[in-house]
């Protein structure tokens, strides 16, 4: 069963072009890693605000890459750049679990 998560990316003013650049070259790590299906990015460009759609195998797959990120030091790269930095993006996480038939 799939499972789909959302995150969020608050850029600070003037920010967004440089977290642009930042996920064209991390993404492709993310949609190699172990259990991701599939991850779009949209952007909000008014609120400067970029969204991750993302289908993974499980949540437990999702954790385990938050886990890598965040011990590889992604939060010194984009706490410059991000509305409360790194946290302020775990905790826009919204957990959706599997597409519902309603």
């Known amino acids: 069963m799939s499972y789909v998560v959302s995150i969020d990316f608050q850029c600070k003013p003037g920010k967004s072009e ?7 070259a991390a993404l492709p790590d993310t949609r ?9 990015v949209y952007l909000d460009e008014e ?4 969204t991750a759609i993302e289908t993974w195998d499980s949540a437990e797959h999702y954790r385990d890459y938050l886990q890598w990120r965040t011990e590889g030091g992604i939060a010194k790269v984009v706490d410059p750049l991000l509305v409360n930095g790194w946290q ?5 996480v919204k957990w959706l679990g599997a ?4």
């Open 47 to 50: 609120k400067e605000c970029f």
């Open 32 to 40: 190699a890693y172990a259990g991701c299906q599939t991850l779009d």
């Open 18 to 24: 440089e977290l642009r650049a930042l996920l064209a």
């Open 88 to 92: 302020g993006a775990l905790d826009s």
């Open 99 to 102: 597409k519902l038939d309603v």
